[in-house]
């Protein structure tokens, strides 16, 4: 008697390539190049209900070769202090997308919402810090689970 499998073979193969390996961790650098905020109030000032939209490159680790781009807006929620941000990163082998606040000084810690591609499934977080202390360039370190 020939024994038969409840999951067919093909599934298995799909399923076991298309996520994100747990415990991978991705360092990037983003250069804000691309940003326009929209003040809801008198241009130019700061105030709840901003909204700062972006696109902009993405480097390796070294800060020397372009790798991706990232998108996406924010909302002003504490004047002075922090946006709730949602964002995609854009990379050759798939996506991620990273939700939560930035912080106008400090380092912001973001939840890994999902993926696509080599990344379908991804959580974990995402740490944002100020390259050199300047808002010139962010390093983004991805920790997927």
């Known amino acids: ?5 409840a999951i ?16 991978e961790k991705i360092t ?3 250069r804000p190049s691309n940003e326009t905020t929209i003040h809801n109030t008198k241009a130019g000032v700061d105030s709840v209900g901003d909204v700062l939209s972006f696109a ?10 372009q790798v991706g781009s990232d998108q996406g807006f924010c909302v002003r929620t504490v004047v002075g202090k922090s946006w709730e941000c949602v964002w995609t990163l854009l990379l050759g082998e798939g996506t991620i997308t990273v939700e939560g606040p930035f912080h106008d000084t400090g380092d912001s810690t973001f939840a890994v ?5 080599k ?15 300047k808002p010139e360039a962010y390093d983004f370190t991805y920790e997927l689970l």
Do not use: Q, W
């Open 1 to 5: 008697m020939k024994h038969r499998s």
């Open 8 to 23: 067919p073979a093909g599934v298995v193969l799909m399923l076991a390539g298309s996520f994100a390996l747990a415990g």
């Open 28 to 30: 990037l650098v983003e």
């Open 56 to 65: 902009n490159p993405i480097f390796n680790a070294a800060n020397k070769a």
């Open 113 to 117: 919402t999902g993926g696509t591609g």
């Open 119 to 133: 990344y379908e499934g991804a959580k974990g977080h995402m740490k944002l810090h100020a390259r050199d202390g």
